[in-house]
């Protein structure tokens, strides 16, 4: 179900109009250090992983950096496209780590078909499942949100399970709850915004 979601051109479009909010909400707050002016400052990525052709816009990074000379302190605002500094997009590391459940020989053959990743990447994102994720702010933040709770040793097919909607909708909202792991800047954006 969700190998067809990241085969879907219009999914990379959204992400990235979500990241380009995500962008212009803390370019608008300025700098946490002096409250300088935000110039963009943004870094290129290879994203791997997509089954599509995705835009010019998918090979960079949103960021920025103080205008104010002396300070020229870096603001990168969280991302639903990517998930840290995974090499992978997110949506594929989730998809795909979720799709992994249940780990078969042909599971991971069909895996490394549609996405190309090696056993040994879905092994360090199962780990990253299991053990960072669940130690994380974020997630200790977000699991009591949850009225079941999510069974841990099932993250995140577990997860992509709590949210409504259909498989794109779970998928976005999914992202969306991760999007404070993608970058150091996430815990000033959210004091800025009241939801720490």
Do not use: N
Request: with cysteine.
């Amino acid at each position: 179900m969700y190998h067809s979601v990241l085969a879907d051109a219009r999914l990379y479009a959204f992400l990235h109009r979500i990241d380009c909010d995500l962008a212009a909400a803390a370019r608008r707050m300025g700098c946490p250090d002096c409250g300088g002016c935000l110039h963009s400052a943004r870094y290129p990525r290879k994203p791997r992983g997509a089954r599509v052709a995705l835009g010019d816009d998918y090979g960079f990074r949103l960021s920025f950096c103080c205008a104010e000379a002396g300070c020229r302190h870096r603001v990168t605002p969280p991302s639903v496209r990517f998930l840290g500094r995974k090499l992978y997009l997110g949506g594929v590391v989730v998809a795909a780590a979720a799709m992994q459940h249940g780990t078969t020989p042909w599971r991971l053959e069909k895996l490394h078909d549609l996405f190309g990743v090696s056993p040994e990447t879905l092994e360090r994102w199962r780990v990253f499942w299991r053990e960072t994720f669940v130690a994380s702010r974020t997630w200790q933040a977000a699991r009591g949100l949850f009225d079941t709770p999510v069974d841990v040793d099932a993250l995140p097919l577990s997860l992509l399970e709590r949210f409504p909607g259909d498989a794109q909708a779970r998928l976005v909202a999914t992202l969306r709850l991760l999007a404070p792991l993608t970058t150091r800047s996430a815990a000033h954006l959210a004091l800025a915004e009241g939801h720490a």
